[in-house]
């Protein structure tokens, strides 16, 4: 049965490839559930079911792989990616801008979130790099604070409160590809946001993370399919130069870090890698066969709610399900994994209808030739469940949520009361 996924992913792949005659946005995210599929049966293959507490879920698990499961994570994740198939990124014509001065606002507010994103981390960085990678992270999981969020205790509050929306800077990636790409302002001016938009690996760095940087490629190569029809053959040689050096230094501290981690494994650090890639499913199909089906909880599809009502987070709760679950909830599991251990299949289903739904909202219609850019920063944010939910659910914390808050109000904002003062501007007009 572990066959099936790959089998099936592979195919849908080829199916978006075949239909559009390119590489779209769905064979893009397609393409990584194929990639942790083969990485789930090699991992099986090789024997590499023996990891608790950070991978798959019970030492010597021998899987059992049903049928319904198997059509519920394939179905499911294929229903989150369908709307993506309807964008047709050859065919853009153009990426409008409907309050430019608004869009400008945005920018700087999230350029000043980096600066101090670096100012509170970068000079961490060296000293800690030259640590012990397993310490780090061991410290991080028994809740001491970072050096940077000690430093960032002493600022005024308004800095405090930029550092911890500073996940928003993640925005500045579209934004980058949308002025060096379809405005064409100057490499000089935009190349400031790309490396704004890096500054949430940095947190990662400092706590021996590997997420963030993970999940920063996962969506750079979203934004170069997504915007494939306006990349031109400057800003193609820019991403070459560049991309050399950064693609070294993010596999060494991957790869140092991994080896750092799992060294005392017996599996080594090459086999927890492929477990770290390929345990999504597994864990899927032990969820729908393990969960307590009793149990609900809300914390990660309403983080910002849950923290603010009822005083409660995703990581103040996790050794509660734990020990209510018999086993760790703290594996990946897919998004749909992480939608139906807090919600149920029934809710996991639900979810992944609305999410569709919403995304068919956003994108309108099919074979678009014009967005707005308000709705490629949706589409982003949207885009990111799926793509990181190879791994779980992008938007559990508070802090990665506002991504999704900042886009929805720019979205909101552009549609409704910029059109609505355009409109009553020309009925003032014609009187």
Known sequence: MEFVPLIYFAGLTYYFWQKHRTYDVAAYISTLYTITSLCCVLMIAGGFLNK????????????????????????????????????????????????????????????????????????????????DFKFLKDSHYAGQISPADAKMLTMPMPVQAMFLLSFMTLLALPLFFYYTCVEKHSLWLTTPLLAVSISPILRGVIMADRTEIIYYGLMFFFCLVFFQRFITKRVRNFFLAASLPVLAVGFTYIIAVSASRFENEEEGAGGSMLEYAGQSYVNFCYFYDNHNRELYYLEREFPIVSYFVFKNQYIDTKDERTAREGFFVGVFASHIGSWMLDTGVIGAILISLLFTLLTCLVIKRYNRAEFDIAEVLMLFALGSVPTFGIFYYRYYSIATAFVYVAAIMLFVFSKFIFVWHKEETSELESL
């Open 52 to 131: 608790q507490g950070g991978g798959v879920l019970v030492d010597g698990y021998e899987p059992e792989l049903g049928v319904i499961p198997t059509f519920l994570y394939c179905g499911l994740i294929t229903l989150t990616i369908l709307p993506f198939s309807f964008i047709r990124p050859e065919k853009m014509e153009r990426i409008s801008n409907v309050h430019r001065w608004v869009l400008y606002g945005f920018t700087a507010f999230i350029v000043l979130q980096g600066i101090i994103m670096y100012y509170l981390v970068g000079d961490s960085v060296t000293d800690l790099l030259n640590g």
